[in-house]
């Protein structure tokens, strides 16, 4: 009798220790939910997406573009953002019937308004081509550290916000670099979202 009753005790502490872990669990994903609504993160699955190939690579001394098979046929506008599986790549320049060429962040005349780190300091992300991308007009640049993430701040209607763009990889005086996510050589298909 007296081994039942250790035994039913060991159940029910058991039972105990299972329970409060699951109510934590529960509690857990209450508060990331809590979470995610208070920084409206970009949920991609919210927006529709087009895969396209990359067909195409475009380098010169002034142009950093790509050419993707998705055009005109398919509804393809000019603005459009473009995805990797990382973050963002670049926008739609210009549309044919059967491809469009892409501006990537890295092109000269690549402009995006850009938050960086959690405090969502905004700036403007610009290219310059073979160099990585700077972010000018950030107040509070003195607050911005290296692996600061950057990301679209959703400003001026073009993008949505919060689309993972790179990290702060230097800082010499007010020129802020960043380090793309996506590997640009690397890309054999984009996802063209439909915003």
């Known amino acids: ?13 058991s039972q105990l220790t299972e329970s409060v ?12 939910e809590e979470y995610e609504n208070l920084l409206n993160t970009f949920d991609d699955s919210s927006f529709n997406f087009r895969t396209s190939r990359v067909i195409s690579k475009i380098s010169s001394n002034y142009l950093n573009s790509i050419i993707v098979k998705s055009g005109k046929e398919e509804g393809i506008k000019s603005g459009m953002p ?38 969502s300091f905004q700036g403007i992300m610009i290219g310059q081509d073979f160099k990585k991308p700077k972010i000018v007009f950030v107040k509070d640049n003195a607050k911005i550290k290296v692996g600061d993430k950057v990301s679209t701040s959703g400003r001026g209607g073009i993008f949505p916000p919060y689309i993972l763009i790179g990290k702060v990889s230097s800082i010499n005086n007010n020129d802020i670099e960043v380090e793309l996510f996506e590997e640009i050589e690397k890309l054999t298909h984009v996802r063209i979202l439909e915003y």
């Open 1 to 13: 009798i007296g081994r039942v009753y250790e035994e039913n005790e060991k159940l029910r502490k």
């Open 21 to 32: 872990s699951f109510q934590e669990i529960i509690e857990m994903k209450l508060k990331i």
């Open 82 to 119: 473009i995805l990797g599986l990382k973050g963002l790549v670049g926008f739609i320049d210009q549309v044919r019937k059967e491809t469009s060429v892409v501006i990537l962040l890295s092109n000269i005349s690549s402009r995006i308004p850009v938050s960086v780190s959690n405090n």
